[in-house]
């Protein structure tokens, strides 16, 4: 049991070395990552080169899928393509195969030293994220050794012998096994290096072993369309045509699997290496051919899985891509996306507003719906954010994480205030027949286009963290300010006046002016980030500029 065990954490480690590789190679290459994918899908060749190339970066077709699927869920990239690159993947993923399994074991310990060296003396740089990835595939070729020791004692062990002796003659079982393999340790890659782990021993015959590999990268797909199940239906065909290729391939092969080990058989070269080199073939040769199918695929993928109308599609976030967390820079610029998006939504809301406020009252329920909508994009920005680790955030994306939250929380908070204002318009003045005076709404029509013009120029600044906007935007905050308690003493003056309309208004003036106000004060808070940078900036320059004090 202890030793079953052992093959187990083994495994486990090699999963784990491969996260730890993909999210290092992610975390610094992101971006160039996402650029190469995205820019590459005019031609058919490179499409698939650039596939294999980033595959063999983050150790993983899977994370490529993954990347590859956000990419046409957003509408970035075509279908046709996107299911190129995934072949391309496929490809990628056996060339690593044959490259794990040469002779490495003196790298291991030196990759885990040095790569622990940089990630804990220059955690937050690119040298520590680097250092991540040093880890990371010393972990993989560690494991690779822990499982050939592993598995060595379990294939001696006689009921190991017959369980697998039950996967003798039938293809269909022995692919389903091997497809099961993949999907529990969530990696065709590390079911394929346990086969060949297998068939090194002599626990397997090198017929199992091939239809184990098959079946392996039948696995590695359905893999792929359970991690695409939330996604919507673009992002769910290409996990659909990634699975059908690899069906495809399943069919072809599996009926002349007998004399094809027959064949192999007579090369002379032991049975792990056939295994790998089978892997490394049947996919490139599969892929290559399957290449000029990509269009025909794409359309059947658009057959089977037809667009669902979305009732309201400002209900559900559109930027916040799960697929960038390993990414902290793409995340965050994701989370900023669905922030003006949110703030978007606050403008509207305002416009509504302000028709309530001159007779429009049947606006009134469409601010209350656009207020939820608000709150659905505040929770689904902060849980977003939640899951980027801030340890391992450099203090420009710290700082970035805390103004995105903030900016968030604000238009909020906006968004209820604004809602309340309608609730007051309807039911105080015109549920009562009450109307403002002209003077009156005169100034709140004033103030509201000032408030609009802020709200903009919030968003503006929270973009660009522009020095310049972000002082006109405190300036026009104190304008506001002075504006708003200007109006306030001139309502009081027609009270004095005793002028009915504004008698039999004057809670409800009065209160809009403070909700104004405290508008005004949550879009303007933004532009206090940028001018505290500025200022801590001149500080450390002042500070380099003393003697003795200089870094």
């Not at 079953?4 to 975390?27: C, D, N, P, Q």
């Not at 996107?82 to 060339?95: Q, R």
């Not at 005004?520 to 320059?541: G, H, I, P, T």
């Amino acid at each position: 049991m202890l030793t079953l065990l052992h093959l187990l954490s083994a495994v486990s480690l090699l999963v784990w070395g491969t996260h730890i590789v993909r999210t290092g190679i992610m975390r610094v290459f992101g971006a160039n990552l996402r650029r190469v994918l995205s820019s590459s899908v005019e031609k058919k060749p490179l499409a698939f080169v650039s596939g294999i190339g980033v595959t063999a970066l983050v150790q993983s077709s899977n994370a490529t899928a993954l990347l590859v699927t956000s990419f046409v869920a957003q509408g970035l990239v075509a279908l046709s393509p996107a299911l190129v690159i995934i072949l391309g993947a496929d490809v990628g993923t056996a060339l690593m195969a044959r490259v794990l399994t040469f002779d490495l074991s003196w790298l291991s310990p030196l990759l885990i030293f040095v790569g622990v060296s940089f990630f804990l003396s220059r955690k937050q740089t690119r040298a520590g994220q680097m250092g991540r990835v040093g880890i990371g595939l010393g972990l993989i070729l560690l494991a690779l050794e822990l499982i050939v020791s592993a598995a060595t004692p379990i294939t001696q062990a006689s009921g190991v012998k017959v369980l697998f002796s039950s996967l003798t003659g039938d293809t269909i079982l022995d692919a389903l096994t091997g497809a099961v393999f993949a999907i529990i340790s969530y990696s065709s890659l590390a079911a394929v290096l346990l086969t060949a782990t297998l068939a090194a021993t002599g626990v397997i015959s090198l017929k199992v072993s091939l239809c184990l590999v098959i079946g392996a990268n039948l696995g590695s797909g359905i893999l792929a369309m359970i991690n695409a199940s939330k996604q919507n239906a673009a992002g769910r065909r290409v996990a659909l045509g990634s699975l059908l290729f690899k069906l495809i391939g399943c069919v072809i092969v599996l009926p002349f699997i007998g004399p094809l080990t027959g064949l192999l058989a007579k090369i002379g070269i032991p049975d792990e290496e056939l295994v790998i080199y089978f892997h490394v073939f049947y996919n490139l040769i599969r892929c290559l051919a399957l290449v000029p199918m990509a269009g025909m695929m794409a359309r059947i993928c658009e057959l089977w899985i037809a667009d669902m109308p979305e009732d309201d599609p400002r209900l559900r976030p559109r930027h916040l891509d799960v697929s960038a967390i390993d990414t902290p820079t793409l995340a965050l610029a994701n989370a900023a996306r669905e922030t003006l998006r949110m703030g978007d939504v606050v403008e509207h809301m305002l416009i509504l507003q302000h028709e309530v406020m001159h007779g429009k009252i049947t606006n009134d329920r469409e601010v209350r719906r656009l207020d939820d909508d608000v709150d659905v994009l505040y929770t689904a920005i902060k849980l977003y954010l939640a899951q980027i680790h801030k340890e391992d955030l450099g203090e420009d994306d710290s700082r970035r994480w805390a103004e995105i939250i903030e900016m968030a929380l604000n238009l909020e908070q906006a968004g209820d205030i604004i809602e309340r204002m309608t609730g007051d318009i309807t039911a105080k003045s015109h549920d009562t027949r009450r109307a403002f005076s002209a003077e009156g709404l005169g100034e709140l029509d004033n103030l509201h286009e000032k408030l609009v013009d802020n709200l903009r120029l919030s968003l503006s600044v929270f973009l660009s963290n522009d020095l310049t906007s972000a002082k006109r935007l405190r300036r026009s905050k104190h304008r506001f300010r002075l504006l708003d308690r200007r109006y306030a003493h001139a309502h009081v003056d027609r009270l004095h006046q005793h002028n009915v309309q504004s008698i039999e208004t004057s809670s409800l003036h009065l209160g809009l002016l403070g909700d104004m106000k405290r508008l005004n004060s949550l879009f303007c808070a933004v532009a206090y980030n940028v001018l505290d940078k500025d200022e801590k900036d001149d500080e450390r320059e002042e500070l380099d500029d003393v003697p003795g004090l200089a870094k």
